[in-house]
């Protein structure tokens, strides 16, 4: 029996922990398609066959006034000679726009790296958001792994709940776990100085959790009301004060990341209240099960992200570092909204 029992935790505990990384690779699959993502390794890339024209040509007409005809001295002519001694120096003498070889080739070696180097953004233009990845080949090889465990696991489930319970009723399943989540909101709202989104956080909590029955309904959202969501977690926190990516991760499980997206994912832990359920292990069942619902609503998205590319793992990387600098441009951009809107006040 009690083997039975571990077999069932495990089993559990794996689907637990896989799809929390599809919170992170549903909400960026969506604008993936609009992001510039690298679809090549460098390996496609061809070196080019170096033609230097120029540098022959130059090479030639150097030997040519280097090494003038040799003259038959049975046959020449020495008044003939002579002219032509005069004159050949001036027709022959190579152009001051003919370089060394050696110069040549530095000049075409930098015209090829150019032809394949990192994109360049024009004037105006935002350039693309990049993350570093000293250990890709890990990275790689848990992506492979959380790849297989959700094709083999978590989406033949997810279908199958699918099937036995209608999309309204996941719906409201979703609504009553994202309510719990308040907290994880609030304080980062707080944390952030922006006081007017935690109030809107605090009566969004409140509104949903009487008149929504306990947060299965969702009538703060409606027109009358139109108290939004705030779009905030602790990692985006950290990226408005100035903290940057690391460098990224992927964890087996839980998915793609970042070094500072793995403190958020330990102080999301410790601020969501089911993780404060006893016994230990139905927090763990509560939380696979918000997990496939989640999932159940939003299959396909992953597919479509995956389909679309010729290096998913490029893809998939590319998109979650833009997403993650989109969520922080956002915040930044509102904090200096709301500060020049104090300071007009003041004025």
Known sequence: MRNLR?????????????????DVSFSFAASAATLPIQIADDSSRTEPIPLKPAEMSGKSASERADNPKKSNPATSDPAKDDRTAEETPEASAPSESVKPPEADEENYTEDSNDLGSDYVPEEGEVAPATISDPIEPFNRAMYHFNDKLYFWLLKPVSQAYGKVVPERARSSVQNFF???????RFLSCLFQAD?????KEAGRFTVNTLWGMGGFLD?????????????????????????????????????????????????EFVLYPVSYLSPWYASVAVRSYEKINDTS???????????????????IRDAFVQYRKNKVDARKSKAKQLQSEEGGRQQ
């Not at 571990?6 to 922990?17: A, I, Q, R, T, Y």
């Not at 994202?178 to 994880?184: G, K």
């Open 297 to 315: 609503l939003r299959i396909g998205d992953y597919e479509a992200l995956k389909g679309a590319a010729i290096d998913p793992y490029l893809s």
């Open 178 to 184: 994202s309510n719990l989540a308040f907290p994880i």
């Open 6 to 22: 571990l077999k069932v935790f495990l089993l559990v505990f794996l689907v637990s922990g896989y799809v929390y990384s599809l």
């Open 219 to 267: 009538p703060s959202a409606k027109e009358e009301l139109d108290i939004p969501k705030q779009n905030v977690d602790l990692g985006q926190t950290l990226g408005v004060y100035g903290v940057g990516h690391g460098f990224y991760i992927v964890w087996p499980i839980f998915g793609p990341s970042s070094l500072r997206d793995t403190v958020d994912i330990a102080g």
């Open 195 to 199: 006081f007017r989104g935690a109030a």
